[in-house]
Each structure stands twice: as structure tokens, then as C-alpha cells.
């Protein structure tokens, strides 16, 4: 995966045509978590500092093929303006007339924003005719938006092709992806220790089955290994399963032997707002319970493996960690990976749900690495590789 990034291209005076992440949520036109433009500023500064014409290109939610003001990227251009110090100017659309006059009329050192590109439904289909109305931005493209890069859409994959010949490269938060994601996978250094949680075996059988032909131990938590739990026979009362997973996670459970660790307790309750929660050993959940975290005999063995670990892959909660009464699995893993971090381990935790708890603990600096990307950090675990990296230089 060895690729160039901004770095190694001449900015000066040229137009630097951007794919970044900005995905952010709001609550109305307030950004309530802007770490996915913090993650992008160093490539953006790079590029501004050294003379660079930026123009950025981002989605935002999942609007309807069409214009959707409640998913407008205005107000990252607000909080890109404070972070930089600086005004950034906004296209009110990504195409046409009034946003190519705006690319031409940059000045050395100046941003531009256009406006959510799932705006148009051709950012999705890839279509050609868009990539180029896109591509003739650009003197230079840059990719920095891993959250995005499982997948070819226009910005991701026709632009770059379009622009062939011209540079493409990376920038600096898919790059620093790369080695993390992609070391730990091709070459961890053991024991190597990998923990999946989340609620469906079914999103993640292609990647448990990776790992465990690499890590030397897989921990499972969350509501998946209730469907582990009904394919040994045991019992799981009202909790979360996926009956046609069932012969699946058999296969699984045979092929692993004992790398693959499953919950010993389980924390349960009547319903999800229950505040009344008590511990069962096993898989014996009552009927009349739901399983919703792991237990406390769980959490110790899970340590103890993290604990020994070298590098620590962790994609997915080992709970409803949103409840209080549900979190303390999910808080004695994130504080069992900081633990280990500091003892030299390389963490890297996988995006999403995970990224969101690890942040919430306040321990998202005390680990190596937190993906931006939850269903891109999946999907790299399992395959190794995007095609729209692949394509560039």
C-alpha cells in the first residue's frame, strides 16, 4: 500500500481538489462532535501553507438524491473558518456555473467547501459525467476521507480516473490509517489480540474469520455472542440473536478451537430501561431476560488477554454502553487497551461504536489509534485494500 501523499507534491499555485470526511453530527445546524474535521487539518494546513488553491468535497448524512437544507455542509464551513483562523468560502452547490466561477476566482493559501455532493444522486452512482464536472476543479486530487473509502462513488473513485495523468495521492489521516490498520493485520507484532463486539455476527463473519487466521486470540462480546451462545445450545432467553447465523457461528466455533473466547457471565434484565440488572454464569440467561452487557468474570479474562497483548485490534461495544447500567464492559476494555498503550501495545481501535465510547471514557488519546471510519475499518480488516487507493499514485 506504499503511496504518495500531499507531501510529495507541489502545491504552489495549483488547484488541490480534496475528498475529506465530513460527516459530522448536528443537532439542527450545531456540530455535536467535529473530530472528523479535526482529523482532516493537518493536510488541509499542509496544503494552505504551502501555497495550495484548497478546494474540499465532502458528504454529509443520507439525503434523498437531492438537495436536504437539515444535511447542508454550512456549518462545517463555520467551524472550518475557527479552526483555521481564517474565512472559507462556500459553494452553494458542488457543480455548475456559480461553483466554478468560486474554484477559478481562489487566490494562493485560500479554501473553498462545496456543498454536500450526495446532493446529487450521481455522487453515489459513480456516473462519469459528474466525476469529470468534478475533476475539472483540480489540478492536483487528494483523498483524506477514510470514512469513505470502501466505497466507489464519484468523488472517491471516477474523479481520480478522471484525472489521470495529474497527481493523485493521499493525505495525511489515510496514510496514518494505513499503517496502523494495515501493520496490525499484515504485521502485528504478538500476541496479537483482536475483540469484536456490536450486535450482528452477520456484519462482521468475513472479518472474524481474517482474524482468525492472524490474531492469536478473539475476543467477542456484545449481542453477537448470544448467537455463539445458541449454537452451543445454550440459552439466551429474550436477548438479540440471529437464528440463520446459527450454523455459521457452529463452523466458526470449530474451525477456532480455543483462540475464539467467548463471554463466561452475562450482565441481564428485563428490557433495555431496566435500571434493576443482575449477573448470570454462562450462557444460562433466563427466558424471561435479555443479555446486555458482559459480566464481571468476563471482563477480568478479557483484561488478562489485552492485558499480554502486543497489538489490540478492537471493532465493536461489548454492551449497550449508552446505558449506564450497561457500560461497564465496554469501560474496563477501553481502560484495558489505554493500560496496555501504555505499556508499550499498539491499540487501534476500529471506528464507530467504539471510536464513540473510547471518546466518551476520555481515553482517546491514551490509545495508538482511532479509526475514523467504522464500516472502512471493517472492511480493511477483511479485505487488506481499497480500490480507491488503489488507483492512485
Given at each position: 500500500?506504499a ?7 507541489d502545491?504552489?499555485?495549483k ?32 496544503v ?9 468535497m ?39 456555473l ?8 481562489l ?7 462545496l456543498e ?33 473509502a ?15 495523468g ?8 489515510i ?26 455476527v ?12 492472524k490474531c ?7 449481542a ?25 457461528a457452529?463452523?466458526l ?16 434484565a ?12 454462562g450462557?444460562?440467561?433466563p ?22 497483548a502486543?497489538?489490540?485490534?478492537w ?6 454502553f449508552e ?15 489505554a493500560a ?7 491499540t487501534v ?13 476520555g ?17 480493511f ?13
Open positions: 500500500m503511496k504518495k501523499t500531499v507531501a510529495d507534491v502545491v504552489k499555485g488547484r488541490v481538489l480534496m475528498r475529506v470526511d465530513f460527516n459530522v453530527p448536528l443537532d439542527g445546524s450545531r456540530i455535536t462532535d467535529d473530530r472528523r474535521i479535526v482529523m482532516a487539518m493537518p493536510t488541509i494546513r499542509n494552505i501553507e504551502r501555497g495550495g488553491r484548497l478546494i474540499l465532502s458528504h454529509l448524512g443520507r439525503p434523498k438524491g437531492g438537495p436536504e437544507p437539515k444535511y447542508s455542509l454550512r456549518p462545517c464551513v463555520e467551524r472550518l473558518s475557527q479552526l483555521l483562523g481564517r474565512p472559507v468560502a462556500f459553494a452553494e452547490d458542488c457543480i455548475g456559480a461553483a466554478e466561477q468560486m474554484v477559478n476566482a487566490a494562493d493559501g485560500q479554501v473553498l467547501l454536500n455532493l450526495r446532493f446529487h444522486k450521481e455522487e453515489e452512482k459513480n456516473d462519469p459525467n459528474f466525476s469529470k464536472q468534478l475533476a475539472r476543479y483540480g489540478d492536483v486530487y487528494v483523498n483524506d476521507a477514510f470514512g469513505t470502501h466505497r466507489e462513488h464519484a468523488s472517491t473513485f471516477g474523479v481520480p480516473q478522471a484525472m489521470q495529474k497527481p493523485r495521492v493521499i493525505g495525511f489521516l496514510q496514518k490509517e494505513l499503517k496502523f490498520l494495515g501493520d496490525a493485520v499484515s504485521n502485528p507484532t504478538r500476541p496479537f489480540t483482536a475483540i469484536l463486539g456490536g450486535a450482528k452477520s456484519d462482521k463473519i468475513q472479518v472474524i474469520r481474517q482474524l482468525l487466521s492469536d486470540s478473539l475476543l467477542i462480546g456484545g453477537m455472542a448470544y448467537t455463539f451462545f445458541l449454537a452451543q445450545g445454550r440459552s439466551v432467553g429474550k436477548s438479540l440473536v440471529e437464528p440463520d447465523q446459527v450454523a455459521l457452529k463452523d466455533l470449530a474451525s477456532a478451537g480455543a483462540k475464539l473466547k467467548l463471554p463466561v457471565d452475562t450482565v441481564v428485563d428490557s433495555i430501561d431496566s435500571t434493576v440488572a443482575s449477573v448470570v454464569e450462557g444460562n440467561i427466558a424471561d431476560k435479555s443479555g446486555f452487557d458482559i459480566g464481571p468474570k468476563t471482563v477480568a479474562q478479557y483484561q488478562g488477554e489485552v492485558a499480554r502486543k497489538t489490540i485490534i471493532n465493536g461495544p461489548m454492551g449497550v446505558k449506564p447500567q450497561f457500560a461497564a464492559g465496554t469501560r474496563a476494555i477501553a481502560e484495558a487497551c496496555a498503550t501504555a505499556k508499550g501495545a499498539v481501535i476500529g471506528g464507530g461504536d467504539s471510536a464513540a465510547a473510547v471518546e466518551q471514557m481515553l482517546s488519546e491514551k490509545v495508538s489509534h482511532v479509526s475514523t471510519g467504522g464500516g472502512a475499518s471493517l472492511e480488516l477483511e479485505k487488506g485494500h481499497f480500490s480507491t487507493i488503489d488507483i492512485l499514485d
